[in-house]
């Protein structure tokens, strides 16, 4: 099913607003359909059951303009991994056993989980900083949904979901941010208290700690409960933009007070990448994530944002194997990675 | 007067007999003139004296087809910096007051230093493993001043010097090897253990302990008393081969056994060189020495090994203010070495 997508998808464009620093917006919405247990209770015949005919009735619902619906048990580990790469599915979904699936619109735009830790988890996906694109689209996708299955609803607690960290809203509006420049400055903990303050959480690309891979940063609201739907956009809507108006400043001080150091930095990166034989997915990361600001501060003009982009996303080990069409060992994964970042940027000169 | 001379000279051209490995061979003759107390003990006018009538007399021996000779109060600072970098006056002489002087054979196989701990210290430096040559040709010098000096001799003691530990033969040979394998895989220590047996001494390039920049280490006699000149030089002579067969073997198994390994990091060493927009020269000498290590074995083959030995040189720090013509301070020469590292290898592509 993964070469019915797009090769890299929407988010990972590069295209949207502030894209230097936002590099995706995400919407997602925990449903559960009524009469039906949560997952945690429920039979293999029941979940059985719902996988079938949500699958059938997502695809019939006009949520997109066109939809690819796959029965997870259906696909290999190799390929739920991919999925996992591009944020399309969560871990656990890949790793999970018994009947799930995911329907997705081929830009990524679009994925909606069946039977992950709730019956249904919507979540849409856009480049750049759009909260209120990302929350236009799902909207629509939560009613044309609604019109065909009946949400577990309380009048009292909103949308009843299996953890009760979700239950109200159902909603987690994150956004993926890129902060070398503040992670370079060690002023990236003053976002994180920041941030605690006005009940957002930061977590690293893949879900770590503080040192995230990458310089990549989620901002997320930790609340579902009590604020409304749009309450909880605007808190992260309103608080990114200052984050942003941070790390461009730093960046702005970084260059004119050490422009050439900058640059060291930047192109030793860049001479890393182009000329390692062995490369972690960790060390490519880091290197992609200085040649990314290099980038968009126009210190490196030879290759385009989309194509540092790209090898964000197919330098990591399941699409090095998609690409490859086989299984590869660790030590085989770093020398062929290395090999596939030589000569694309080879290609690029 | 640096401009007098070859722009790089013999011993770094890398043309003599296991240049892989062995950079120069090396010998040195102290010697002091009868009836002149040694330097230490000497007076201003004795001093000056002995520079003005060696100077005159090492001009009309005979010893090279051409001969530069220079006092050095009449040289800069950084002329004198520049050929210590090129190993043909001592750090000592370049820092010392008084009147002093060099005599140079414009390849800088042979230079003769006028008033430095001796009288006269005469050096021949070849390309290579070349005992006998540099032997041969350090002979002939001697026996041409003799003719025009009168040596301090003693028939008990030999040659008298103005330190004990260089009387007798006045003679210490030296090689400078390229042991990057060795240090790589942490066995350079049992050089330093097994050279200590044969009474012969290990320093690092410019005179550093177990840590050698570069990776080059030099191997000289420590006993000037008691052995003849031909036993000294037998010495090492057939000692060192012994290290270049345990180098050589050392990277035979790294190529055998983790060829991708060795290549990536001859690689990365590449690419910073060609990349990085400031750099120490330590840092260079650290990667030009894998790089270094990977022309001689194959590995990279877009540049010649004479190429590698100019930028040994020419990126030190007063070759490097040598080709600007004007000092720098350190940031300055950092930039200045990284860019013209990046243009010369950009060159060469």
């Given at each position: 099913m993964i070469d019915e997508l797009d090769p890299i998808g929407e988010w990972l464009s590069g295209t949207g607003p502030e894209s230097d620093i936002v590099i995706s917006t995400r919407i997602r919405l925990a449903r559960n359909v009524a009469g039906y247990p949560f997952l945690t209770r429920i039979k293999e015949d029941q979940r059985s059951h719902l996988e079938r005919t949500l699958g059938e009735r997502i695809a019939v619902?006009?949520?997109?303009d066109r939809l690819i619906y796959a029965n997870l048990n259906k696909t290999t580990p190799l390929e739920r991994e991919c999925l996992v790469e591009r944020h399309l599915i969560s871990k656990d979904l890949a790793s999970a056993r018994g009947e799930r699936g995911v329907a997705l619109e081929p830009r990524g735009t679009l994925s909606i989980m069946v039977n992950e830790e709730d019956h249904l988890r919507i979540q849409v996906l856009r480049s750049g900083f759009q909260p209120d694109a990302a929350w236009e689209q799902i909207s629509a996708v939560d009613r044309r949904l609604e019109e065909r299955v009946e949400y577990a609803f309380s009048p009292r607690f909103g949308y009843l979901t299996s953890?009760?960290?979700?239950?109200?809203?159902?909603m987690r509006v994150s956004m993926m941010l890129h902060l070398p420049a503040l992670v370079m400055t060690k002023q990236i903990e003053k976002v994180f208290h920041a941030v605690a303050k006005v009940s957002l959480a930061v977590r690293g690309f893949y879900g770590e700690g503080t040192h995230a891979l990458g310089d990549f940063y989620q901002i997320s609201n930790q609340v579902t409960l009590g604020p409304s739907e749009e309450q909880i956009l605007r808190t992260i809507a309103d608080y990114v933009p200052q984050i942003i108006k941070f790390e461009r400043n730093v960046r702005e001080t970084l260059i004119n007070e050490n422009r050439v150091g900058l640059e060291d930095r930047v192109w030793r990166a860049f001479g890393m990448l182009e000329r390692a034989r062995l490369i972690t997915s960790e060390e490519t990361l880091d290197y992609l994530s200085a040649v990314r600001m290099g980038v968009n501060l126009g210190?490196?003009?030879?290759?385009?944002i989309s194509a540092v982009n790209e090898l964000f996303l197919l330098t990591q080990p399941a699409h090095l194997q998609q690409l490859n069409g086989r299984e590869l060992d660790t030590p085989e994964r770093d020398e062929n990675r290395a090999e596939y970042v030589r000569r694309r940027l080879a290609s690029l000169n």
């Open positions: 619902a006009g949520v997109a953890c009760p960290t979700n239950v109200g809203t159902g210190l490196i003009d030879r290759i385009p």
